[in-house]
Each structure stands twice: as C-alpha cells, then as structure tokens.
C-alpha cells in the first residue's frame, strides 16, 4: 500500500493561488493514475481533477477548469494541484488518491488516500 501525504494548504484571500503537492512513500505511483478530492464542511468529498499515469490523460472538474492545473512527477514520487484565482467556494480540505483504474472521477475507484491539507480561502 503506498502512503501519500498533502502539503501547501493554508489560508488566502480570493485571487490568490496555492499549489498543494502530495508525496507518495512505500512503492511508486508511477503505475497509477492519481487524482485530488476535495470536501467541504457538510458537504460530501467531491472530485477535483485526475492524471493518468503517463500524464497523457487529465480531466478536471467543470467548477475549476481554467483554474487549476494537476500535473505528476514519477521521478520524484510526487503530484501537484496548481490553484490560481481561488474562490471562497474552493475552501476544503483537499485530498490526493491513487487507483489503479485508468483515470477516473469516482472515489470507490481510489484505494489508498493522504490526510488531506486544509485550504482556506477568504472573500
């Protein structure tokens, strides 16, 4: 079982951008198409965007689209989340996955996830 572990969370003002990185440990994901959930208070995790393993593949979420920008480094074990013009609405605690399937937007399809990072956005 890989462990991934988020990074760069905190709190901005709208129009800011954060990048959230998550670093994988225990075996390579470089196999594995990766993914970032997000979920907001009483809200349900929902999906954010995906990247196949070959980074080939992307599909984003239609709310961040133009917005923010997934991206993978095999050699360093690590996926990213670029976060520009960030909305209040983005506020969430951020989640990274890994699955096996080819790229996919349901969180069943996940088997191994990180804590989460908290991103605070303020109006």
């Known amino acids: 079982q890989v462990q991934l572990a988020e990074s760069g969370g905190g709190l901005v003002q709208a129009g800011d951008s954060l990048r959230l990185s998550c670093a994988a440990s225990g075996r390579s994901i470089s196999g594995s198409s990766m993914a970032w959930f997000r979920q907001a208070p009483g809200k349900e995790r929902g999906f954010v965007a995906a990247?196949?393993?070959?980074?080939?593949?992307?599909s984003y979420e239609d709310s961040v689209k133009g917005r923010f920008t997934i991206s993978r480094d095999n050699a360093k074990n690590t996926v990213y989340l670029q976060m520009n013009s960030l909305k209040p609405e983005d506020t969430a605690v951020y989640y990274c996955?890994?699955?096996?399937?080819?790229?996919?937007?349901?969180?069943?399809?996940?088997?191994?996830w990180g804590q989460g990072t908290q991103v605070t956005v303020s109006s």
């Open positions: 996955a890994a699955s096996a399937y080819i790229i996919t937007k349901i969180a069943t399809h996940y088997n191994s």
């Open positions: 990247i196949s393993w070959n980074s080939e593949n992307i």
